[in-house]
């Protein structure tokens, strides 16, 4: 059983910053890319930010590059998502998924709330 915890999430004013961070468990978590997703209202999910299962690779969504940070601890079986700089447009629901091929996804997150104020 694979499980994917997220936390992290809540309401910050424009500006303001935030740590996701998404606990995995299950087996063999180091050997998986993992991604953050999120929905904001009205929209589809979208891609925010992927890392390679060794942390060297990055992959961000273009409207949040310089400004999130996607990282992960292999060891503690953790990833996170570093958010600076929020702003109202950011505002959704923040899923941290599984990647076992290309973009594949298997497995989501309960996902967290994040609500950027003006």
């Known amino acids: 059983q694979v499980l994917l915890v997220e936390s992290g999430g809540g309401l910050v004013q424009a500006g303001g910053s935030l740590r996701l961070s998404c606990a995995a468990s299950?087996?063999?978590?180091?050997?998986?890319?993992m991604g953050w997703f999120r929905r904001a209202p009205g929209k589809e999910r979208e891609f925010v930010a992927a890392i390679g299962w060794k942390g060297v690779n990055t992959y961000y969504q273009d409207s949040v590059k310089g400004r999130f940070a996607i990282s992960r601890d292999n060891a503690k079986n953790m990833v996170y998502l570093q958010m600076s700089s929020l702003k109202p447009e950011d505002t959704a629901v923040y899923y941290c998924?599984?990647?076992?091929?290309?973009?594949?996804?298997?497995?989501w997150g309960q996902g967290t709330q994040v609500t950027v104020s003006s």
């Open positions: 998924a599984r990647d076992p091929r290309l973009g594949a996804y298997d497995y």
């Open positions: 299950g087996p063999a978590f180091s050997t998986y890319q």
